[in-house]
């Protein structure tokens, strides 16, 4: 008799990356659980983009259709709730949930994504998402010609003052404090007339997460339409970690070209692995996981 609770292979999270390759590995008739809990980082974002097909589309839109049509493979199977905490076995993982539940897999997909830290500035996290973004590509054709700041300090202030001109050469680095940019960077960035503005900042203000401007500790404010600005971050999930898996340098899950991280027979894909936040690549890293995991189970079942 088969256990009803035994996958081939877990999916933890079941967003665009999650689901991409769970369609994959549904088209392969591979037996497959997907954990998720239904809290997306991108909940807020009204319109993505740069996505081939599904351009200007909601992130609700695009993953409610992504949802619809995985449902159809019989073999994939979902469950709403929060994986908490994952053991090594014998024969592969067992994975527990905030229910109480228990399954187990020979594989595990993780494809959770990172958890944003919001910082200490009263209506950045209300903006996030809606006018302070994180990437031109995604979101700069939207506010492109606009009033726009750069949130940042050192090296992400130099490399978003390089790339966001491109999108609007209204632009302004704010740095929260003094600059720890170095001279040839200031140099750099004195020569395409962009001020510098050290001040600290205590609050963004905003109408329903669109900027209006930043309000520094002084009482002056600096009118605005849009902020660039890419706040810390860790892993949304702690059990790949718990697992051994390591991470890189950054905090993303360290993963190979298969996106194998450095414990057999786990692997990862989307935000989690990647500093390339994006729809579509989330989905392609998906894809390519799927197509992997199920490749390796050919292998071993040959």
């Not at 967003?15 to 991409?20: F, N, Q, R, V």
């Not at 991108?42 to 996505?51: E, L, R, V, Y």
């Not at 228990?102 to 006018?131: N, Q, R, Y």
């Amino acid at each position: 008799m088969k256990d009803e609770n035994n996958f081939e292979v877990i999916i933890i999270g079941g967003s665009y990356a999650g689901l991409s390759a769970a369609m994959a590995l549904g088209r392969a008739l591979r037996n497959v659980l997907i954990i998720d809990g239904g809290n997306p980082c991108n909940k807020k974002t009204p319109h993505s983009h740069n996505f081939i097909t599904q351009d200007g589309k909601t992130p609700k839109v695009i993953a409610t259709l992504a949802k619809e049509q995985v449902e159809k493979y019989e073999t994939i199977k979902f469950y709403s709730g929060v994986a908490t905490n994952g053991l090594k076995t014998k024969y592969g993982f067992e994975i527990s949930t905030n229910s109480g539940d228990v399954f187990t897999t020979h594989k595990l997909i993780f494809a959770t994504g990172i958890l944003d830290i919001m910082p200490d500035i009263h209506g950045f996290a209300e903006c996030w998402g809606i006018s302070v973004i994180h990437c031109p590509y995604c979101h700069g054709y939207e506010v492109k010609g606009q009033k726009t700041g750069i949130l940042a300090n050192g090296y992400f202030a130099y490399h978003y003052a390089q790339l966001i001109r491109n999108w609007t050469k209204e632009l302004t680095i704010f740095t929260d404090g003094k600059s720890t940019l170095t001279k040839e960077q200031t140099d750099k960035i004195a020569k395409h007339n962009i001020p510098i503005i050290e001040k600290e900042i205590t609050h963004l203000n905003h109408t329903n997460g669109h900027i209006i401007s930043i309000g520094f500790k002084d009482n002056s404010i600096f009118d605005l339409n849009a902020v660039y600005s890419r706040p810390d971050f860790e892993q949304h999930c702690k059990i790949p970690e718990w697992l051994g898996c390591e991470l890189t340098e950054q905090g993303h899950l360290k993963v190979d070209m298969f996106q194998k991280t450095s414990v057999t027979n786990i692997y990862a894909c989307g935000d989690n692995t990647s500093p390339m936040r994006s729809v579509a690549n989330a989905v392609s890293n998906g894809n390519l996981v799927g197509a992997v995991v199920n490749n390796i189970i050919t292998e071993e079942e040959f």
